[in-house]
């Protein structure tokens, strides 16, 4: 596994305030939040971009939205919304090189976004 901080992270050798955690993904609030509720979901398998991934990844990549969507309900997002966000490369605004989804709510939302 590649080291960045989210393999840190996972390893627990950074601190995080981890909100769920399974065989395949930990999602955790994200130090520089950029909304009420910010949490990132990353796969505990290292993929380093979404242009990284293949189709083997297929199902890892579905699982993990489908986690995202399951952590915004258990953070009660649900009902008024939320945004899920991949960034990709320095230009997309990907910082960690470590595949991951932003899960952003807790206000309204502009689009397009700064």
């Known amino acids: 596994m590649a080291d960045t901080i ?9 601190s995080a305030d ?5 065989d395949d993904a930990l999602a955790f609030r994200d130090i520089d939040a950029k909304a009420p509720t910010h949490v990132l ?5 290292h993929i380093a971009t979404v ?4 189709h083997e990844n ?21 009902e008024d919304g939320y945004r899920l966000v991949i960034n990709h ?10 595949l991951h989804i932003h ?9 397009p976004p700064g």
């Open 6 to 14: 989210f393999s840190r992270i996972m390893a627990r050798e950074i």
């Open 18 to 22: 981890i909100v769920f955690e399974d």
């Open 41 to 45: 979901v990353i796969p505990k398998r």
């Open 51 to 54: 242009a990284d991934a293949s």
């Open 58 to 78: 297929a199902a890892m990549l579905g699982s993990l939205l489908v986690t995202a969507a399951r952590v915004a309900s258990d953070l009660g997002l649900s």
């Open 89 to 98: 490369g320095r230009d997309g605004g990907q910082t960690v090189e470590h």
């Open 103 to 111: 899960i952003l709510g807790g206000r309204p939302m502009a689009w």
